[in-house]
């Protein structure tokens, strides 16, 4: 075969994939947003089979050998030999899988999702435990046929942010209690700032029309991308112009669809700026789980949480709420946002106690896959170490081990990156501000210049650079934990008056 | 091979099938409600693909061969030989068709689709025209593969309505142009009933409010049926347990989501309502395209539309709309929502006139296909039968040509087995009648001893026997026009004091 006819093959290969990810994707929307309950068997059952077909496309000996060969071949261009490259690396990960326990996996991995909505909703942990059991004994076959020497936990971390292993991850948390359990202690001693305003009926609809106001603030085109509803705020995409993103409303608290918001939107606006011609292809995915969250976090904290941002919106959002905000004060709106202090809940926590939210499930995951930890009580598990580090727990689970989605799924090693990309964005940010007045172009109304400048610098090149390429490239040198820590640092001793 | 090793290959086959199709329900759906419209392209083309592979599944020459077995083997039962019959049908009509023109013409359909929601939005059917014609181009081709000896679009016919010929609906059309153009004549000229205040502001966020508690009349359970909005209401389905309709709200008449909903749920509910055991399987698809809008129309028009309905609901919408609705009688509102007279739009048509719309749209269909209208200058064909038939036209295309999906997407064929449907539902009605006290349950909010009928006597069978058998069951009579006819006449007549 010529490189011409390879390449040939290859193009029909990745549309084929690309037409059952993209099915794959709908359907999961549709899953999370829409899907009549009582239908989740029939269809379950279905999206296994639907995935287990992009298993076999994916491991299909055949395009193995052309993807082998194409990616040695000096005639192929950089950008396609770097996509090849990646899709051959993902396929050995898939190829040593059994198929039938790919698609098992799939189909328990969906009831188990039902199971833990479910368990939510009836505040119940012991309804999700059973299949919690299942999925990690699961994971721990799927990723134990794969040929690595790395130990089964560090080969998930690896997946999701690659070169990260747990001494790594280990530093990063390390630096974290350090630096961040004794300011968080403080201001647990310190003056709360008055937030009372915050808490009180904020009409659905009304929020549903500011949201409106700021999706165009934030640049969300409903022509590429669309706004739905869900218990657990997500973001999906099928290609550059369909990129979605769900958010969820309190009815007595306005912060939390609004934060959200500009977090999915942050997700969605990475992956709808990514050049136009990776479309289709691995090229135009994000880097890594942290690079992803990094932009989503940029966009919350760096950006949705500054003065300036709010100077713009603050009045906006009062005309919606007159009763609610009309006598509140910027100021006094900045500090209520920015509070921070011990919570239960990891999606409304502040920025400050973020990072321990997820250093609890990062001990948790070590645990669940070192054998120390088993699913049995881990309630209790959960429960001892909120109060250990933030010196509070949930009486009621929801608000607890049934908070997040992602175990549910066979996510673990996931969490982590979490935090991982809250340090990432710091350090994008600093950069960011060096080249741009970021402030000014906030407060104007002009945060499409931010999005411009994160276009340029990180989304256009898609996964074409690994992490540490892109964060050189954006910022000037590698990532270094204390852009971060310094910010928080600056940031919570300013606003509690602690410095 | 064994029957019993040909009924596992049967099962696994169904079950494989059963993946696409729910896969392109969901996908199409999505892109109904949902879908951000720049991804248009992206998506059409993998949705074509994937059809594609149903396509493959569907005419593989190994399951082909299987099927002929099966279906004249004694040995298996009579539920299942028959749906395995009326698969064998179904592949007949695809084997002849090349795959590579069947996806062709599923991308040339989805693009199609785009361009008529352009045209109806710029009110511009120059848009649309050139769809329209490829559109019909290549359904001519594709029919013309057929080997049949029915001309072009009695093919067509036939597969929306196993059996009906030109004959038959030429015949049907001119008993509704006999009895009804008369009746409408002297309606036009009739005293109007007073209908203003169904035409002011009336909210859209009330009128969610009062369908939702419709919805709960009419037995929409979410935890199997999910209702969404779209230009073009129309019902979809997975299975049993996952039925989806959508309505369309106007800001300045509550009417048309209101009869749209207890519409489209007609549809759902027939589709709920099949014997679960068919779940996945050819039989539990409604008989036939005529027989599925007999029920809907049955909802919407034979119990909708009746004073016992709304004594039980008009209370329920007085309280949302007070200033609106607060002074208007029962008496007004029922003679206000069975008005009739000549109109531009058939979805929002009455049951007197819609007859007329589908005769108008059956006469272009014949004409396009035999040859003696084309798709320029349609619009001017268009308008004049309007005006031949109802006196009036319209002067927006939108309202005019543009106002239908269906063309769109190549379906020609179809729209007859509307005014059939209406004409099978009330000698269906006429029926349950007869067995129950109609009016009763429906002034009780005991809207379900309605579907309970529909279920024993039409919904559970699916399609497991032919539109003739179930109205021989159901009604103990062959289908007799005229039992629609006297419904309309006694029913206008009265209502416009013409008796």
């Known amino acids: 075969m010529t490189t011409e006819e390879r390449l ?7 549309f084929r994939r690309s037409a059952y990810q993209m099915a794959l994707s709908i359907i999961g929307i549709d899953k999370l947003t829409v899907a009549p309950p009582a239908g989740n068997a029939y269809r379950d059952a279905r999206t296994a089979y639907l995935s287990g077909e992009l298993f076999s496309i994916d491991t299909d000996p055949a395009i193995l050998e052309v993807l082998k060969e194409l990616k040695d071949d000096p005639a192929v261009d950089a950008d396609t030999a770097k996509g090849i490259q990646l899709y051959y690396e993902e396929a050995q990960k898939r190829l040593c899988i059994p198929k039938a326990e790919y698609i098992a996996f799939e189909e328990l991995s969906n009831r188990s999702y039902d199971a833990w909505l479910e368990a939510k909703q009836k505040k119940d942990y012991s309804i999700f435990e059973p299949y919690l059991k299942q999925v990690i004994e699961a994971q721990k076959k799927l990723y134990g046929y794969r040929d690595s020497e790395l130990p089964l936990y560090e080969r998930m971390l690896d997946d999701y942010e690659p070169g990260m292993r747990i001494a790594d991850y280990d530093a990063f948390f390390a630096a974290v209690k350090e630096r961040l359990l004794p300011l968080i202690a403080k201001i647990r001693d310190a003056e709360k700032p008055e937030d009372d305003f915050l808490y009180q009926e904020y009409s659905v609809e009304e929020q549903k029309k500011f949201t409106d106001e700021l999706l165009q603030y934030l640049r969300f085109d409903p022509s590429w991308g669309y706004q739905n509803e869900t218990e657990h705020p997500f973001t999906s995409w099928t290609c550059e112009n369909d990129c979605r993103t769900t958010t969820k409303y ?9 934060f959200s918001t500009v977090h999915e939107v942050g997700h969605a606006t990475y992956e709808h700026q990514c050049d136009p011609r990776y479309d289709g292809m691995i090229l135009s995915d994000g880097i890594s789980s942290g690079m992803h969250e990094s932009q989503s976090r940029l966009c919350e904290n760096y950006l949705g949480r500054t003065d300036a941002f709010w100077e713009y919106n603050f009045p906006r959002l009062q005309k919606h709420f007159p009763e609610q ?7 006094q709106w900045m500090r209520a946002v920015n509070a921070a202090g011990p919570s239960l809940v990891r999606t409304e926590a502040d920025e400050l106690t973020y990072p321990v939210h997820i250093l609890i499930r990062y001990e948790i995951e070590k645990g669940l896959f070192s054998g120390e930890i088993s699913t049995e009580g881990l309630d209790k598990v959960w429960n001892a170490k909120y109060r250990e580090y933030l010196g509070i727990e949930a009486e009621d689970p929801s608000e ?4 997040d989605v992602h175990w549910s799924g066979g996510s673990f090693g996931y969490f982590p990156t979490y935090a991982l990309g809250s340090a990432f964005a710091a350090q994008f940010t600093d950069a960011m501000r060096r080249d741009l007045d970021v402030d000014k172009a906030l407060a104007e109304g002009r945060y499409d210049l931010c999005m411009d400048w994160l276009k340029e610098h990180i989304h256009r090149y898609g996964c074409r650079y690994n992490a540490k390429e892109v964060m050189l490239k954006a910022t000037g040198k590698p990532f270094d934990v204390n852009i971060y820590l310094d910010y928080l640092e600056d940031k919570y001793s300013r606003l509690y008056g602690l410095k």
Do not use: F
């Open 400 to 403: 607890g081990i049934l908070q």
């Open 325 to 331: 905000l009309g006598s509140v004060t910027l100021a």
């Open 250 to 258: 309190l009815p007595d608290n306005p912060v939390s669809a609004i």
């Open 8 to 14: 040939k093959q290859y193009e029909e290969w990745l």
